[in-house]
């Protein structure tokens, strides 16, 4: 029989040596690596020491039982990729569906024949692998946003602060985790599309001219052209081409007004001013943080920034430095701020 051309790392957990040692052997046999583990405990042990790239997992067990070790893996940013696939001798639609809410990627219903469970172990795997590219592809764009920052020491730092801020505000205001997730990353990458503006404009030291502003606008939209061929990334896409929208429509690319601009865009917008306030820059002196403030209050009043957000920002600042910040999601939303 013809071997897989790579093989792939498998952990089998079940607590029956039988079907722990059957699997062990059909699955060595088409030529995948196998690691065994007779509990839940021991299982989250060897995954923390080499991560496999697919789990078979027994659901009764003593100890952790199957579920809680899925739940565990599947809540872990390091491990939540890795597909797990339920052994189980239940058939019970109940088992089923808890395996679901727990993350479970597929299940196999014992006995199964050895021709099901190869034909799934190969499908999870093609498309972890997938899965594992995306997600490099992802990070050579991190990279990439990183390179971008450090050719001008003025900005260096900004883009982590921006993307802290940006999830500190919307932990605040009870946004969603996926907006969270979308403003830790979105706060990173938000200005990557400055790859394609000049040099020469994007460190100028005195007023930008009328061409030199068009030319640093489009910014937003190389960016967004830049990402959206990563499909695991396309969510960030609206605070990319967005985030120099205007509250009251005046900003760019789209003129896009009020609650109409994704309110992910609106956050990163008011933390980005803010952090550029707050820093050096070749055309003037950093600003102190009353001085940043005023600006802000100044964009609310004059319509052009978020009113709700900008004093939900402005607390949550002030509040920090005064050593108040309340634990991160334990404060309601301002009225109005989420839209
Ligand atoms: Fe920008």
Not at 118 to 130: I, Q
Request: aromatic share 4%.
């Amino acid at each position: 029989m013809d071997r897989p051309e790579s093989a792939g790392r498998i952990l089998v957990v079940d607590d029956n040596p039988q079907a722990r040692e059957l699997l062990r052997a059909g699955l060595m046999a088409e030529g995948y690596t196998v690691t065994v583990a007779e509990r839940g405990e021991e299982a989250l042990a060897s995954v923390a020491e080499e991560v496999p790239e697919l789990i078979l997992l027994d659901i009764n067990m003593p100890g952790l039982n199957g579920y809680e070790v899925c739940s565990r893996l599947k809540g872990t940013e390091a491990t939540r990729l890795i597909p797990i696939i339920f052994l189980t001798s239940l058939s019970d639609l109940e088992d089923k569906l808890r395996g679901i809410e727990v993350g479970a990627d597929d299940f196999l219903t014992k006995p199964f024949r050895k021709v099901e469970l190869l034909a799934r172990v190969k499908s999870l795997l093609r498309v972890k692998r997938l899965n594992d590219r995306l997600d490099n592809a992802e990070n050579v764009l991190f990279a990439l946003a990183n390179a971008i920052e450090a050719k001008d020491s003025y900005t260096e730092g900004h883009i982590f602060r921006v993307a802290t801020l940006a999830l500190k505000l919307g932990r605040r205001l009870g946004l969603s985790a996926d907006h969270q997730e979308s403003l830790w990353k979105g706060g990173i990458l938000h200005d990557i599309g400055k790859i394609g503006v000049p040099d020469a404009i994007l460190n100028k030291g005195g007023r930008l001219t009328p061409e030199e502003v068009t030319q640093m606008q489009v910014h937003v939209t190389v960016g967004e052209r830049i990402c959206q061929p990563l499909r695991s990334i396309r969510y960030l896409l609206p605070i990319i081409r967005h985030h120099h929208e205007k509250f009251n429509g005046t900003g760019y690319p789209d003129g896009l007004q009020g609650e109409a601009i994704p309110i992910t865009a609106r956050i990163v917008g008011i933390v980005d001013m803010y952090d550029a306030l707050v820093t050096d820059r070749p055309y003037r002196p950093r600003l102190s943080r009353e001085g940043a403030f005023a600006i802000l209050r100044g964009g609310a009043a004059d319509g052009t920034l978020d009113p709700g957000l900008v004093a939900s920002f402005v607390t949550m600042v002030q509040e920090e430095e005064e050593g108040l910040a309340p634990v991160p999601g334990a404060v309601a939303p301002a009225a109005g701020a989420v839209s």
